[in-house]
């Protein structure tokens, strides 16, 4: 390969580079910020619980997979795992949305109450 020639300016310095900064005065990027953000929301108490919830649904649903399908032929072990998985991932989804449903919902009573509160 052939080098690239280059040109070397006269009278221009480079800085060095503890004289370098970011755009941001704080030299924090916005995906500094994000991350924070992430983190705070992965300890929020709602996340905790939802992670709870889908944990607890999906144990019962590979534990009733494991009891009922039990000695029943029509399968490998290897399928039946398999269906016990995902029968576990659907419980824990419809798990989490049921909660996060009666989340939602407490917060529109909370609004109206609010707002009623208010006109009053």
């Known amino acids: 390969m052939a ?14 580079p503890s004289e370098r900064r970011s755009s941001n005065e704080g030299g ?3 995906s500094d910020s994000a991350g924070e953000a992430f983190i705070k929301l992965l300890q929020s ?9 889908a944990a607890t649904a ?10 009922s399908t039990r000695g029943g ?17 659907v419980a824990a989804a419809a798990a989490v949305g049921r ?3 009666t989340e939602i919902d407490e917060i529109r009573r909370a609004a109206k109450e ?4 208010a006109k009053a």
């Open 3 to 16: 080098k690239k020639t280059t040109t070397k300016s006269k009278g221009v310095s480079k800085k060095a």
């Open 28 to 30: 924090r990027r916005a």
């Open 45 to 53: 108490p709602l996340v905790a619980e939802l992670v709870a919830v």
């Open 58 to 67: 999906a144990l019962a649903a590979l534990a009733e997979q494991g009891f």
């Open 73 to 89: 032929g029509g399968g490998t072990t290897g399928k039946r795992a398999g269906r016990a998985v995902k029968a576990a991932g």
């Open 99 to 101: 909660r996060l449903n």
């Open 114 to 117: 609010s707002k009623a509160g």
